[in-house]
């Protein structure tokens, strides 16, 4: 006889708790008719199949002849992009593997900056052809510890055909080349010697060669709808979207000492609610008497500290605009947190919550502010320059539309990434493919002095390799089988790691000669990530969902 004891929540369903006859509890799920349960193989072939639809997708966009893709949001707006991250970011997708390539691109974003789409159509390629050894009885341990040793070959070859290259603050030119193949891909690349020369140009401006360390804080990208990518430039400052409060302040301040503020230009009040009863015209004329003592005590105290210009964080009304304006003391509102954080870094000011703690120590200063004006908008931007520290810059981006401006945002982001990496590291691979044949050839000749069931996850793991250059070489309309088999023959032929796929058609396939540099620590960070996702995906083989969600 079963007897009823306790009802429990158990996950998102319910679950009944019962004991039998002789005490021995049992568990009633409800709800089983509606969950289907996938395992083994078939677990695995639906992992693999949305790992692969993801893959797919970013295929097409790889290389510099790489194609874009439009992503209309569920609030139409319309983005357009090449950026392996930014197109998983914003797809609607709900399977829990295809997830799980969402985050691998995430994870080559946040830790390397580049190389977002190359890691996800190499994990691709690796599940799709661990899928033919699953066939043949293989188990997916074997595989995923092949896959792990195929790894560490890969990374020992890399670092043997790296090579080191010095640059300097004067000798920035090898910054510049690796900078270009980055750009390469992008929508910038009309324009894209301007921008690596801006991402080389912040990244050494903020650069502490010595430690090797590069404060990113310091940079600040900024961009403005209007006029073409050409019209970029890189500013020795901060940029501000504000205008002076007043129209009729002066436009250009030279010396400038500023007064950072995070008070505002207003009377105190009470931080509990009170009641004010003004009961006769003596009194209001009292109150209105002090709010203006006030206003005329905060603007003084900050005149008397020396300050030029004031940049406050919060708003202030007409009255104490028209009052900063008699005063001759030029002023800024509404400047948000971080904005006033960077202006702080680079004038060497301190932020100042109250007008009693204003002293002359705490301004900044800056050799110039000016106001720009753009086209017949009446759009005003402030430019901070000259600062007391030089090494906060802003790049400041410009471009026919949002979405344009928004793309060579993130463009210039993966080459300030890329240039980052290359101070922290200094060694580079060669491109367009070369390393990861240079990679196959090595993960191939090490398959055959292996014994046992790992050969095989081996001998897939060096044609997943293929897939990379496969993919450049069918984006930029070659023939993608017979191109790499030739690279492969040459480069066994000639012992030159540096060969790869033509994809500018350019008449010389070796790498070195076009300039296409990649970093170490991108390419290693794109097979190691790459094969960590690959095993923890064959290590599922068990999978519950609700049948009315679950999607091959």
């Not at 401006?205 to 590069?214: G, H, I, M, N, Q």
């Not at 901070?384 to 344009?404: D, K, P, Q, W, Y």
């Not at 089988?481 to 040459?490: E, F, N, P, Q």
Request: proline share 3%.
């Amino acid at each position: 006889f079963l007897e009823l004891v306790v009802v429990m929540q158990v996950g998102q369903h319910k679950a009944q708790l019962a004991f039998d006859e002789y005490g021995r509890p049992l568990l009633l799920l409800r709800d089983e008719d509606k969950k289907k349960r996938l395992q083994g193989l078939e677990a695995h072939k639906s992992h693999i199949m949305a790992a692969k639809a993801i893959s797919s997708i970013l295929r097409t966009s790889l290389g510099p002849k790489g194609l874009d893709k439009i992503m209309v949001s569920s609030d139409s707006d319309i983005t357009v992009t090449n950026d392996g991250r930014t197109i998983l970011d914003q797809m609607d997708v709900e399977h829990e593997i295809a997830k799980l390539m969402v985050q691998l691109s995430r994870s080559q974003d946040d830790e390397i900056g580049d190389g977002t789409t190359g890691v996800v159509v190499l994990a691709g390629a690796l599940l799709e052809y661990a899928e033919e050894l699953l066939d043949k009885g293989i188990h997916a341990i074997k595989i995923a510890d092949g896959y792990e040793r195929a790894a560490k070959i890969c990374v020992e070859t890399l670092e043997k055909m790296s090579e080191r290259f010095e640059f300097s603050r004067e000798n920035k030119e090898p910054l510049i080349q690796t900078a270009l193949t980055t750009l390469g891909s992008k929508i910038v690349n009309k324009c894209h010697r301007q921008f690596a020369e801006m991402a080389v140009e912040s990244v050494l401006s903020v650069a502490d060669l010595e430690t090797r360390d590069v404060n990113f804080e310091l940079i600040k990208v900024d961009g403005k709808v209007g006029g073409s990518l050409e019209d970029s430039v890189l500013v020795k400052g901060v940029i501000l979207d504000k205008d002076f409060s007043h129209p009729q302040m002066p436009k250009i301040l030279k010396d400038v000492k500023l007064a950072i503020l995070t008070c505002p230009f207003e009377p105190p009040k009470t931080k509990t609610k009170i009641e004010l009863h003004v009961t006769s015209v003596e009194d209001y004329k009292k109150l209105r008497e002090y709010e203006q003592n006030k206003f005329i005590e905060m603007v003084d105290q900050v005149k008397a500290s020396g300050a030029n210009l004031a940049i406050c964080q919060w708003g202030f009304d007409d009255e104490a605009n028209h009052l900063l304006l008699n005063k001759k003391l030029p002023a800024v509102r509404w400047v948000g947190g971080p904005e006033i954080e960077l202006i702080a870094i680079a004038t060497g000011g301190r932020i100042v919550p109250r007008f009693e703690e204003l002293t002359p120590e705490k301004l900044g200063k800056a050799g110039l502010v000016r106001e720009l004006s753009f086209g017949t908008t009446k759009d005003k931007m402030l430019v901070i320059e000259e600062c007391h520290n030089s090494r906060a810059v802003t790049c400041f981006l410009r471009g026919g539309s949002r979405m344009i401006v928004d793309e060579a945002k993130r463009s210039l982001h993966d080459a300030l990434c890329v240039v980052r990496n290359l101070v922290r590291d200094p060694r580079i691979v060669y491109g367009g493919g070369a390393s990861e044949i240079a990679c196959s050839l090595a993960v191939s000749e090490a398959a055959d002095k292996i014994v046992g069931l790992e050969q095989y996850a081996l001998e897939v793991f060096s044609k997943a390799l293929d897939s990379i250059p496969m993919a450049l070489a069918e984006n930029s309309g070659l023939h993608p089988i017979g191109t790499v088999a030739d690279l492969k023959a040459r480069q066994l032929k000639e012992h030159n790691s540096s060969l790869g796929v033509d994809c500018m058609k350019n008449g010389t396939n070796d790498m070195k000669e076009q300039h296409v540099l990649e970093t170490l620590s991108s390419k290693k960070a794109q097979i190691m990530l790459a094969v960590q996702v690959c095993k923890m995906i064959l290590k599922i083989d068990d999978i519950r969902v609700f049948s009315e969600d679950h999607t091959h």
